[in-house]
């Protein structure tokens, strides 16, 4: 899946994987969402994804990472919208802080500005 250069949204649900692999060869890819994959546990677990040189959107919701996995992401130049559910209120709170990212925009607004076709 790193092989898709044209590749703009990427959504991931409930993958049996512990780390992403990297992404920076997506130079398209502009939002990524993570959901209930559980198994991405480690701190280096999305540096892969942070690699992702116009990423401006991240959603990770359901998961079980621990805030050092967003550290990668503090200094990311263009991420300007990041959701997150780690599993507790305390780590969601700690790493909102850490970043400073207003949330994501829905999926119909974002697929609107980019002109995506968002099919489920």
Known sequence: MTHLPALQWLILNALGIDQ???FSP???LLRVDLDGMRRLRQPN?????AAVP???DLWVTQSSLPVEAI???TSHPTLTHVGLGLGSERRNRA???LLGR????????FAATHNLLHIL
């Open 71 to 73: 550290i990668p992401f």
């Open 95 to 97: 790493a909102e802080h």
């Open 102 to 109: 207003t949330p994501p925009r829905d999926d119909h607004h």
């Open 26 to 28: 997506s130079t398209a």
């Open 20 to 22: 992403l692999p990297d």
């Open 54 to 56: 116009r990423l401006q």
């Open 45 to 49: 677990a999305l540096h892969g994804l």
